[in-house]
């Protein structure tokens, strides 16, 4: 399956051109840099997205069904400017309130656009405005614009972004299960695995930009921008240049970013499923590699699980950072920027970050970097630890009371990746987990602490492998104690069984308010 690497199709992102009439804003990567991340705001329950609007706001996004506002102090204020939980449909892993994009003259039309699963698990993206209070939005006035029906609860992409060209940019899943099994990355006819470019400026509920690359052909639907993307999970411009930046997340082998020059005419065609990453997957009915657009970044999957796509430095913060795209891996925490090398290339630096579990990445209205993790709750700002800050220029602003600081979290969690191709299981066979608690000092649970356990596999359902997300639970009693070694008992669930190629446990130890205590596994026992 996997005889030959295609060649990769660059864009030339940095042209000779820009370096000539920006001399001043394009920097040298050769500046000593060093990522670090530090607690901004706290207390959200599984944010997966950032936005900002055009004041000093972070708008944050959490799976459930709510959009919460932090002051520039830190403070995250109460009630939330948007509730929807009774429409969200979130108990999919992947399923939830996934995007939020403002419009670019939010400031006088005050429209606000959000893309989330139903209850019924239909991808809808819809419009919303801000009520007479800045910091509450209207929830009766919400305006459905798209509705896209999902055949399986995940790969729901869900981000949204405005493009330089005032578009709205919509970014979707290739619809779930494993393996694309329905082919609609590859479909013309099918909205879902793609980017959707549409104008909400012009008719009801929006127009088709008369630019849109197939508006002509009957046989392509006429939303589509461009085709062949498995799961896009964080997408960004470049605020500078206007460049797209995908990241997309890989079936079982890589994980991938893509990038679109600013100016494109649309039509790219970016590769799933006849492609994941730099190698075949399934090239049946596919067209040559030359028609294809291969990623300018792609890694190994496992040791990693899932990209986290980022953004493109632009603050003046943190001068070793200008120019530099950031993205992270899910599982492992591995932090790395891609930056052009001068040949169509990237040098790529991988800084070392453990931070597990960030889900997204944003910013604010200056450019400085943030990103949230799902499990701890907190939202991170993203610095150069290795040279002091710039300051940003103090804006004039209400006062408003001191937060209390927050206790920065111990960094926690386990990540093992097993190969179990010799492997069966059925539904209800248990397992041991032999989890190292405190590294390797005891440790006593006094508060309510509940272990986090996910277990990502590639199992095989007949007649088609579904790479499928198991969540469990476990509640541990106040009191306990822990350590050096504690073995915990599961069962897999009922309705999960056959043979597993290979297995990931994410997991980790958290408190009543998502702290996350030091903690690793030690072995898996299987206990059939």
């Not at 790969?155 to 099994?181: A, E, K």
């Not at 062949?228 to 964080?234: E, I, M």
């Not at 005891?442 to 198991?470: A, K, M, R």
Request: hydrophobic share 35%; charged share 15%.
């Amino acid at each position: 399956m996997f005889a030959y690497t295609p060649t990769k199709l660059i864009f030339l992102l940095f042209p000779i051109i820009i370096v000539m009439i920006l001399p001043g804003l394009i920097r040298s990567p050769a500046l000593a840099v060093d990522i670090g991340m530090d607690v901004f705001a706290s207390g959200f329950t599984n944010p997966v997205s950032i936005s900002h609007t055009s004041d000093d706001r972070l708008f944050v996004v959490e799976k459930a069904g709510q959009i919460k506002i932090v002051e520039p102090s830190g403070i995250v204020l109460d009630p939330p400017f948007l509730s929807i939980a009774a429409k969200v449909g979130s108990q999919g892993g992947e399923q939830g309130l996934l995007g939020l994009a403002f419009h670019p003259e939010y400031a006088s039309n005050g429209y606000f656009y959000v893309n989330y699963t139903n209850l019924s698990g239909t991808t809808v993206v819809s419009r919303f405005s801000v009520s007479s209070d800045p910091d509450s939005a209207d929830l009766g006035s919400e305006q459905i614009l798209l509705t896209i029906p999902q055949p399986f609860d995940n790969h729901n992409g869900g981000d949204l972004h405005f493009g330089p060209d005032g578009y709205l940019y919509i970014f979707t899943g290739d619809g779930g299960s494993g393996g694309d099994p329905d082919n609609n990355a590859q479909n013309p006819q099918s909205l879902l695995g793609k980017i959707l470019r549409i104008d909400v400026n012009q008719g009801l509920p929006y127009s088709i930009p008369p630019d849109n690359p197939f508006v002509s052909d009957p046989n392509v639907l006429d939303e589509i921008w461009a085709l062949g993307l498995r799961n896009p999970w964080r997408t960004s411009f470049d605020r500078l240049t206007g460049d797209l930046w995908i990241a997309d997340v890989g079936q079982s082998a890589r994980e991938e970013i893509n990038v679109e020059a600013a100016g494109s005419p649309g039509g790219a065609n970016y590769g799933w499923r006849c492609y994941e990453g730099n190698l075949d997957y399934n090239t049946s009915g596919c067209d040559a590699p030359e028609n294809y657009i291969f990623p300018v970044f792609d890694y190994a999957h496992p040791p990693h699980c899932a990209v986290t796509g980022g953004y493109v430095y632009r603050g003046a913060m943190y001068p070793g950072l200008y120019g530099r795209y950031l993205l992270t891996d899910y599982c492992t925490g591995n932090v790395w920027s891609l930056y052009p090398d001068g040949m169509g290339g990237y040098e790529v630096t991988d800084f070392g970050v453990r931070v597990t579990f960030i889900s997204s990445f944003g910013e604010n209205m200056d450019g400085e970097l943030f990103a949230c993790s799902l499990l701890d709750g907190n939202v991170y700002q993203i610095m150069d630890s290795e040279s002091a800050a710039t300051p940003t220029p103090t804006r004039t602003a209400s006062p408003t009371a001191s937060p209390t600081p927050a206790a920065t979290p111990t960094p926690g969690g386990c990540y093992v990746d097993l190969d179990l191709s010799q492997e069966t299981f059925q539904g209800g066979d248990p397992f041991t987990l032999t989890y190292l608690i405190g590294n390797p000092e005891p440790q006593t649970v006094s508060g309510n602490f509940w272990l986090l356990l996910d277990v990502y596999g590639l199992y095989w359902f007949y007649p088609d492998w579904i790479q499928t997300p198991e969540y469990m639970d476990v509640t541990l009693m106040p009191g306990a104690s822990f350590g050096p070694n504690t073995a915990l008992d599961f069962s897999w669930p009922a309705d999960v069984g056959g043979h597993a190629e290979n297995l990931m446990f994410i997991c980790a130890l958290t408190d009543s308010s998502n702290t996350a205590l030091k903690s690793n596994v030690a072995s898996v026992t299987f206990g059939y």
